[in-house]
């Protein structure tokens, strides 16, 4: 299993759970990281985080730490 | 019902994702015909606007921009009881106006899919048809309809197209009956739904709309168990905990489930409308973002931003205050010509010329830095220095979203703690609105550089790289940045303790910012502080002027001033009348008449000072010289600094006049820092200044929240007076701490050196 927090850049892959049932967990899924979408790891904020991505046509903006809640299958 | 009176108008809400292009079609519908306003107990704004159609009035009410309809606090509340018509204050909407990014459906039609499920008559606008097709992305609208069964309208807002046939819609939509909606949510979501309703009903309790079961299913979080909706009691919760339970089992687990269901909605919805390039476009605003977002690059270009930003302001700052100060002039002449001497003129110059003054010389500043701002915002860049600054901004517990309200400040808090509203969380917006005003502004800076002129050596170091008047002005920077950072964390841990928020956030595509909407922010922007601040600023500066002039007792004035300035008054009448004999060359007196003129200034200012001295402000600053004496402050000082309280650069004018040179001093004057420099302790020969004592009243202004300005726009933002005077009274405290360590520690380290 490998979390989005872990995707290298450039890699695309799968949601496959977001783990958690707090605010943070329940934002991630109104913006459309439910489980079997496709996403790509786009880049990283220059100190290192925090992460962007595409999803549902769409460029989204996750902290590291948030990223950590999503379990993904990369590509 | 009568016929002859005109139907009444029909109520339309608007809603739509963050940018979807909302305002821009809210202004282009409503124009002029807008009203903003606050709803009780919130910070959302409530704004209302009106245009015609055939005939026919409509009024728009703008809800904020939102991906989601899951009210989690009072805040996000307001828009589900605007469209479930819950709120006293308004009718239920009869058309709910959705705004849709066409770019972007799959995302658009989440919030879509909550609005329907409200069982309102809906209207679908859809607008940035074009953006999409830059995307590569062929959308098939009649295959939409069709699968939605909802009105759509295509719009382009930022062009004004399409505005015709969305009111049309709008018209045709509200004479329409109203239907059940169908819900995206599985059998066994449902069926616990309806049977929370026959709870309820049983119960005798009033029956909560479908959409506010579901939401208190679904609301995890506990801010709906705890709003004390009506109708729900302490079965009815121990139900919804019961149901959460029995879905989790079922394999619908809470709150994950209403993502699930939606997009599979969406997903159904949008099948076969939305055909994607096979190859993936490279489109213009992904190229700029690689750019802006780059590891060395975008942080490059992002300081070159923030430098732009910071020195327009600075610049148009300059002359239009030197206007301000001119036009002030002119007025005060004209006031002088006109108004004999006595309370009216001193009011109208020092406290109705001074306090109009006082509002619009920040204008200039806050206008330019509102036109920025949303510049930044209108473009796409605004959630990109967020992202860029994140890291950053988390250490002290904060989010990248507050960096630019904070850069901001230190041009003037006014705009900073305005451009907060970009902060989507209470707490973390609150802690940026209390801080901001410890940046160093640029009010502050005329009291820095009197100070640093006229007390800090000219010293170098470095062969001259490396002055001490520079690098006392950036320690004074520095320590409004680190007592920032200080506080920020300690409210972050105390009074402010939460939840990290979540930082996920949309990072819209690029686009050349529009005219029309970027003038129309800054101006609504600026409007809005003109009214509410300004209006507090001018009665704060008119009670100062009041205690400064009151009770003016003529007594209280040595006699002999008196008598001098009447002895030269009628000097000067004889020499005039002299002059002015025919025969004589006026050139041979000018010389002595200038003399006169002079003297007779300064024994007015000698009995101007001594009027203040006696008044209740000069009796204040007698009274408060026991606490502000560890300070290494005299009365003159503390007096100068309580008549600052409306703002701060007015210290300056104070202090001239206390010292006895008349109001009319800058920063640069020379004779005020002349007068500084020689001002002795009363009955002594011990001068009141010295180094320690200009550092400690810079410290005080560095730290303090004497401001009436941003006070009152504190009160603005936060909707309640509790901000504004707890900013004031931590800030304050902070002030005389830093004041006092300032002096004692100085005093010590210049009398042991």
């Known amino acids: ?75 | 019902m009568s016929v002859s009176s005109t139907p009444k108008p029909v109520t339309v809400a608007l809603i739509g994702n963050p940018n979807t292009g909302k305002s821009t079609l809210f202004n282009a519908l409503s124009g002029v015909r807008q009203q903003t306003g606050n709803y009780p107990g919130v910070t959302v704004e409530k704004k209302i606007g009106r245009m015609d159609f055939e005939d026919r009035a409509f009024s728009l009410v703008d809800l904020p921009g939102t991906y989601s309809l899951a009210p989690r606090s009072p805040d996000e509340m307001i828009a589900v009881d605007v469209l479930l018509g819950r709120r006293g204050d308004m009718t239920q909407p009869d058309v709910v106006l959705c705004i849709v990014d066409a770019s972007n459906l799959e995302r658009n039609l989440y919030l879509v899919s909550q609005v329907l499920e409200l069982g309102r008559p809906t209207v679908l606008a859809l607008n940035m048809v074009d953006v999409a097709s830059d995307k590569g992305l062929t959308l098939d609208i009649a295959r939409l309809r069709k699968q939605l069964d909802v009105p759509i309208v295509e719009i382009q807002a930022n062009r004004k197209r399409g505005l015709a046939e969305l009111k049309q819609a709008l018209a045709q939509a509200a004479a329409a009956p109203a239907h059940t909606p169908t819900s995206p949510f599985p059998e066994a979501f449902q069926a616990e739904v309806r049977s929370l309703a026959a709870l309820e009903r049983k119960q005798g309790e009033p029956v909560l709309p479908r959409y506010l079961i579901e939401r208190l299913i679904l609301d995890t979080g506990g801010y709906l168990e705890q709003a004390q909706l009506a109708g729900v009691n302490e079965s009815i919760l121990a139900e919804v905990k019961a149901a959460r339970e029995r879905l989790a089992e079922a394999g619908f687990p809470v709150p994950a489930v209403e993502a699930v269901s939606r997009y599979k909605w969406v997903g159904e919805v949008l099948d076969g409308v939305v055909t994607r390039p096979s190859q993936r476009r490279v489109t213009l605003s992904d190229k700029i973002d690689k750019v802006l977002t780059h590891k060395v690059l975008g942080s490059m270009v992002f300081v070159l931003v923030m430098i732009v930003l910071f020195q327009a302001v600075f610049l148009v700052a300059e002359p239009a205050s030197a206007l301000i100060d001119w036009m002030n002039g002119e007025l005060t002449m004209l006031v002088e010509a006109s108004v004999a001497e006595g309370a009216l003129r001193s009011l109208l110059v020092n406290g109705v010329i001074g306090g109009v003054g006082g509002v619009l010389v920040f204008l200039p500043q806050i206008f330019t830095l509102f036109l920025f701002i949303a510049i930044l915002e209108d473009c796409g860049y605004m959630s990109r220095a967020a992202y860029l600054m994140d890291k950053l901004m988390s250490r002290v517990g904060l989010s990248g979203k507050s960096f630019i309200p904070l850069l901001s400040s230190f041009a003037c808090a006014i705009p900073g703690i305005m451009a907060t509203r970009v902060i989507e969380n209470p707490r973390d917006r609150l802690t940026t609105i209390l801080v901001a005003p410890l940046m160093s502004c640029s009010a502050r800076l005329p009291v820095y550089t009197l100070l640093i002129v006229a007390f800090i050596p000219q010293q170098t170091y470095f062969y001259g790289l490396l002055g001490l008047q520079g690098i006392t002005l950036f320690a004074m920077y520095s320590i409004g940045i680190v007592t920032a950072v200080i506080v920020a964390f300690a409210l972050k841990r105390t009074m402010l303790r939460g939840a990290t928020p979540p930082f996920v956030m949309e990072l819209p595509g690029y686009k050349v910012p529009g005219l029309r909407i970027v003038l129309h922010r800054m101006l609504e922007r600026g409007w809005a502080f003109i009214r509410r601040a300004g209006t507090l600023i001018f009665a704060v500066t008119v009670v100062v002027w009041a205690a400064a002039y009151y009770p003016r007792n003529e007594a209280a004035v040595d006699p002999a001033l008196f008598q001098r300035q009447a002895f030269l008054e009628e000097q000067l009448a004889d020499l005039e009348t002299h002059m002015a004999f025919p025969g004589h060359d006026a050139d041979d007196h000018a010389e002595d008449r200038a003399a006169l003129e002079e003297e007779l200034s300064e024994v007015g200012n000698q009995i101007e000072g001594e009027y203040l001295e006696d008044s209740f402000l000069g009796r204040a600053g007698h009274f408060v010289e026991p606490v502000v004496r560890p300070l290494g402050w005299d009365w003159r000082i503390g007096c100068a600094a309580i008549a600052s309280f409306p703002a701060r650069e007015v210290i300056i004018a104070t202090l001239g006049v206390i010292y006895k040179l008349g109001e009319e001093q800058d920063e640069e004057s020379e004779t005020l820092k002349e007068t500084l420099r020689d001002a002795k302790w009363e009955g002594t020969n011990e001068p009141v200044f010295n180094i320690p004592v200009a550092l400690s009243i810079m410290v005080f202004f560095a730290l303090c929240a004497q401001c009436g300005a941003t006070l009152a726009v504190i009160r603005r933002e936060t909707n309640s007076w509790r901000w504004p005077i707890f900013t004031f009274a931590y800030m304050t405290a902070l002030a005389y701490l830093g004041a006092l360590v300032t002096y004692q520690v100085g005093m010590l380290l210049t009398t042991s050196a």
């Not at chain 1, 967990?25 to 489980?35: A, K, Y």
């Open chain 1, 1 to 75: 299993m490998t979390l989005m927090s872990e995707v290298a850049i450039g890699r695309r892959g799968r949601v496959t759970n977001v783990v958690g049932t707090d605010e943070i967990s329940i934002r991630l899924l109104e913006m459309g990281l439910t489980p079997g979408v496709e996403f790509e790891m786009i880049g990283a904020a220059p100190l290192g985080d925090p992460l962007e991505l595409e999803v549902r046509g769409y460029r989204l903006s996750v902290r590291r730490s948030e990223a950590a809640r999503i379990e993904v299958a990369v590509d």
